[in-house]
Structure formats: structure tokens, C-alpha cells
């Protein structure tokens, strides 16, 4: 995990770890936009396997939101197109146009996010000069809090909030819902994750941090699996049997988990189906 710093793609951080490792075999989960900091999962080597099958549909972040004017992306990085006066908004008229953006919302992204359009990302749209507006689609926001007293700077008001959110809520949306619903307009200028899944700020480490240690890996693969998944130990027969895709005895559980061997060492990611468990992923060479 990398504590991503503002001013990067999750390209960029990608990179950089391949240089810091020496491999190429580095990839990433969890895009962040080049303003946000935060969580940004990162697979080194055998750990690259298990980014497809890591279930990251919760996120939280902290952020501020800047009422008093609306930008053509909905952050602080795009074009302004209108402002107003923010400075007289109260707090409990805050907390109050908070409450409809809570819950089970239908949220229309931002019209610069890299959802497709016709095979081509709606951002990509945006720069060539179309006027694209995505339609609104389900999303879950289950914290959407103010953590301090709104900041009054000149006519803006600054708000820092928390977001506890599902999979593909855009928090600049809620920013730009937010300002509009007072009749401000507003924008996000400033977003850390905290939380993607199981994985949080206390697992990442900064890039200077990263380079400077002796082994790059900062969660061994095990327990990367273990705060993820559900685990098993396997014997060594089980898990000489997972090396060659065999299946093994099932556990009864409904969802992926990982199979560690009596040493604690990564083996395969197994599913449950018909009395048996069935590798569909392994760590281990055959034998």
C-alpha cells in the first residue's frame, strides 16, 4: 500500500514502485484522481495476481468542499463557470442539504470521470471540446458528515467533511450537488482516502518511505490475503494437490478466500462448489 501523494496519476505511483522494486511486475487497484492522496493499492510480483480478486466496494475519505463557486470539473482542477456569495451559509443549512446526498442516492458522475461513452472515456470527450452529460446511476453514500466548523474565506466557505462511500460514488459530485442544492455552487479542492476495502492509511507507507527500505514489500502477500479474505490452513498434501489445480476438500463458504500452507505461506485463492474446493488462482509452482 502507498500513501499517494497529490500530483500523481496511480500510474505515476506505479512507476515509481517499479523502479523502487526492480521489476516490472507492479500494478495497481483503486484508481485515485492526481489531486487525491491516500490508499492506493499496489501488487508487487506474486501479489500482482491478487489485485483482480480483492473485493474494494467500500471507500471512506476526507475532503473539503469549497462553497461558493462551480468549476467545469467539479474540483479545484477545472475551469470556473459561476460563483456566489457563501459566506452567510449556516452550518445547520449545511448539515440539512447533506441529508438528500446520504443513503441510497442516484448520483450523476462528473462529466470529466473516466466512465465510457460510445468506447471512448468521457474525459477524453470533455478535452476534444463535446458538451457530455452521463446519466445519474445508483450509488451508496453512508457518511456524508461535516468534522469542523465550516472555514469562511472572503464570499468561499470551506467545508471539511468525511465521506464513507460504495464503488463508484465521485465525492466531487457530492460536491458539486451539494453547492448546488444551496444555491452556491461548489467543488472539491482537496481529497485524502483513507480506507479502500479492508486496506487503510495504516498499512501505507509514503514513496520516500518506500525507498528507503531494505525490502520494498510493506504487507507480505499472506497477510495482505488474511486482511482481505477469509483464510484456511491447508495441509501439505492440500496444498500440494492446489500446485497442480486439483481441488481439495470445501470448507462451506460462499466467497473467495485464500489457502495458506502450515508454515503461513500464500498457496491458492479457492472457491466452494459441489463438495469441493477449486483453486482459481495459485501462488505455489506445481509439485
Known amino acids: 500500500m502507498v500513501d499517494k501523494p497529490s500530483g500523481m496519476t496511480s500510474h505515476d505511483v506505479v512507476g515509481k514502485v517499479r523502479r523502487i522494486a526492480g521489476t516490472r511486475r507492479v500494478g495497481h ?19 500482482t495476481k491478487l489485485l483482480n480478486h480483492l473485493v474494494l466496494s467500500d471507500k471512506s475519505y476526507l475532503a473539503t468542499i469549497r462553497l461558493g463557486a462551480a468549476t467545469s470539473t467539479d474540483d479545484a482542477e477545472g475551469e470556473l463557470r459561476y460563483t456566489a ?3 452567510a451559509v449556516g452550518t445547520a443549512e449545511i448539515e440539512a442539504a447533506m441529508l438528500p446526498l446520504t443513503g441510497e442516492i442516484m448520483q450523476r458522475p462528473s462529466s470529466v470521470s473516466a466512465i465510457k461513452v460510445a468506447g471512448q472515456r468521457a474525459y477524453d470527450r470533455v478535452r476534444a471540446g463535446e458538451l457530455v452529460e452521463l446519466a445519474a446511476r445508483p450509488v451508496t453514500v453512508s457518511r456524508f458528515e461535516l468534522i469542523a466548523e465550516p472555514l469562511a474565506r472572503g464570499s468561499f466557505l470551506d467545508l471539511d467533511v468525511v465521506v464513507d462511500c460504495s464503488s463508484g460514488t465521485y465525492v466531487r459530485a457530492l460536491a458539486r450537488d451539494l453547492g448546488q442544492a444551496l444555491g452556491t455552487g461548489g467543488h472539491l479542492v482537496a481529497l485524502r482516502r483513507r480506507r479502500v476495502g479492508p486496506f487503510t492509511l495504516a498499512e501505507a507507507v509514503t514513496l520516500e518511505a518506500l525507498a528507503e527500505l531494505a525490502d520494498p514489500i510493506v504487507l507480505p502477500l499472506p497477510d495482505a490475503i488474511a486482511l482481505a479474505m477469509p483464510v484456511r490452513t491447508v495441509s501439505a498434501d492440500e496444498a500440494r494437490e492446489l500446485s497442480f489445480g486439483r481441488t481439495i476438500g470445501e470448507r462451506g463458504l460462499t466467497v473467495t478466500y485464500g489457502a495458506l500452507d502450515e508454515e503461513g505461506a500464500a498457496v491458492a485463492l479457492l ?9 482459481v488462482l495459485g501462488f505455489t509452482p506445481a509439485g
Open 271 to 279: 472457491q466452494d462448489s459441489g463438495g469441493r474446493a477449486r483453486p
Open 85 to 87: 456569495d457563501a459566506s
Open 29 to 47: 487497484a483503486g484508481t485515485l484522481d492526481p489531486m487525491a492522496t491516500g490508499v492506493l493499492v499496489i501488487g508487487v510480483e506474486r501479489a
